[in-house]
């Protein structure tokens, strides 16, 4: 690896440490939890995919189940057409816990386009552009999340993911800056395309008079599935 690319991996963890460390000096209070989830994904032709991915996220100290939730989504890698591209979408349904504690619907559909391209053999960035609605009893909420990554094989069986992701939500006729997030993920290769994956979130909510800092443990289980053939 060159010393720019090295470089380049030092300033994006060392500025996402910097921005985590800062955010949480603003934030009013804080809470701790789990993100448990498990999915599988396939090929099902050249360059396009399905995957459905089950999570299950717990918060209040780890001490209540927030939400429960099944994501559908399909991909397309627009290669050869626009090398390093890839567009997305998906349909989120589920239940959440609301303010009042009561559980509520989830309702979502989102989608994203991705660009990633190498900066050596085993590492590798990427930047997602992703836009989601959820329907809920008062309308449609609608956010726009921008996604920055640093992606290292670190052998054959061990990957390590470095992200952050900024929020803009639309109220009224404009847009704001919600939220702000930042991901450590190591995922482990179980066995013939099966990962493990564990890693540590930090949230944090943004333009309000009493914003909060989310803390979370991640622990997911992926398949991914062999190309499928179809009937000869």
């Given at each position: 690896?060159?010393?720019?690319?090295?470089?380049?991996?030092?300033?994006?963890?060392?500025?996402?440490?910097?921005?985590?460390?800062?955010?949480?000096l603003?934030?009013?209070?804080?809470?701790?939890?789990?993100?448990?989830?498990?999915?599988?994904?396939?090929?099902?032709?050249?360059?396009?995919?399905?995957?459905?991915?089950?999570q299950?996220?717990w918060?209040?100290?780890?001490?209540?189940?927030?939400s429960?939730?099944?994501?559908?989504?399909?991909?397309?890698?627009?290669?050869?057409?626009?090398?390093?591209?890839?567009?997305?979408?998906?349909?989120?349904?589920?239940?959440?816990?609301?303010?009042n504690?009561?559980?509520?619907?989830?309702?979502?559909?989102?989608?994203?386009?991705?660009?990633?391209t190498?900066?050596?053999?085993?590492?590798?960035?990427?930047?997602?552009?992703?836009?989601?609605?959820?329907?809920?009893?008062?309308?449609?909420?609608?956010?726009?999340?921008?996604?920055?990554?640093?992606?290292?094989?670190?052998?054959?069986?061990?990957?390590?993911?470095?992200?952050?992701e900024?929020?803009?939500?639309?109220?009224?006729?404009g847009?704001?800056?919600?939220?702000?997030?930042?991901?450590?993920v190591?995922?482990?290769?179980?066995?013939?395309?099966r990962?493990?994956?564990?890693?540590?979130?930090?949230?944090?909510?943004?333009?309000?008079?009493?914003?909060?800092?989310?803390?979370?443990?991640?622990?997911?289980?992926?398949?991914?599935?062999k190309?499928?053939?179809?009937?000869?």
């Open positions: 690896m060159t010393i720019t690319k090295t470089a380049i991996i030092r300033t994006h963890v060392i500025a996402i440490f910097i921005l985590v460390t800062v955010d949480n603003n934030a009013q209070w804080a809470d701790y939890g789990l993100w448990s989830g498990a999915g599988i994904s396939q090929d099902v032709f050249e360059n396009f995919s399905y995957e459905v991915e089950t299950a996220r918060d209040y100290d780890f001490s209540r189940l927030g429960a939730f099944t994501d559908v989504g399909i991909s397309q890698d627009l290669s050869p057409f626009a090398p390093d591209f890839k567009v997305s979408a998906s349909l989120r349904l589920g239940m959440s816990r609301a303010d504690f009561m559980w509520e619907p989830i309702r979502r559909l989102s989608g994203s386009a991705r660009w990633k190498d900066l050596s053999e085993n590492v590798s960035v990427s930047c997602r552009l992703r836009y989601q609605s959820s329907f809920k009893d008062e309308g449609f909420a609608n956010a726009v999340r921008l996604r920055g990554a640093l992606h290292c094989q670190v052998s054959k069986k061990l990957k390590a993911t470095v992200s952050t900024v929020f803009t939500r639309q109220k009224d006729l847009w704001y800056y919600s939220d702000f997030r930042a991901r450590v190591l995922s482990a290769k179980t066995s013939k395309r990962w493990a994956s564990f890693g540590y979130q930090v949230e944090q909510q943004k333009n309000t008079a009493d914003p909060w800092t989310e803390h979370r443990l991640i622990c997911t289980y992926d398949i991914e599935l190309r499928w053939k179809g009937k000869k």
